[in-house]
């Protein structure tokens, strides 16, 4: 599967910003989808995903409250629905799908797509 996500871009802080991931090739409901996020000088860290089985969604502590995981199987696209953007929310934001494994584990993730920019200014 080929993923690309998109809908980053330079938004002030407390403002919003939805990324979009889209998927050809495969469709996405045969896999648990992940965002994760590499910000400046750091690992890349885990951000959301949906958990395997559609059993729920989960968060990393930092967005709880404020990002929202969504899917569209129809359209064969995953959503992050970012608010209350603050800037240490800054990074690169990248999609990716597994097809078991830990969720909140990068390492479990079979596909990635090419990461957008987000970039919050205070």
Known sequence: ???????????QAGGSLRLSCAASGRTLSTYGMG???????????????????????SYADS???RFTISRD???NTVYLQMNSLKPEDTAVYYCAARIS???YNDAHYNYWGQGTQVTVSS
């Open 1 to 11: 599967v080929q993923l690309q996500a998109s809908g980053g871009g330079l938004v």
């Open 35 to 57: 965002w994760f996020r590499q910000r400046p000088g750091k690992e890349r860290e885990f951000v959301s995903a949906d958990k395997w089985g559609g059993t729920g969604t």
């Open 63 to 65: 967005v709880e409250g």
């Open 73 to 75: 199987n129809a359209k």
């Open 101 to 103: 494994g830990s969720y």
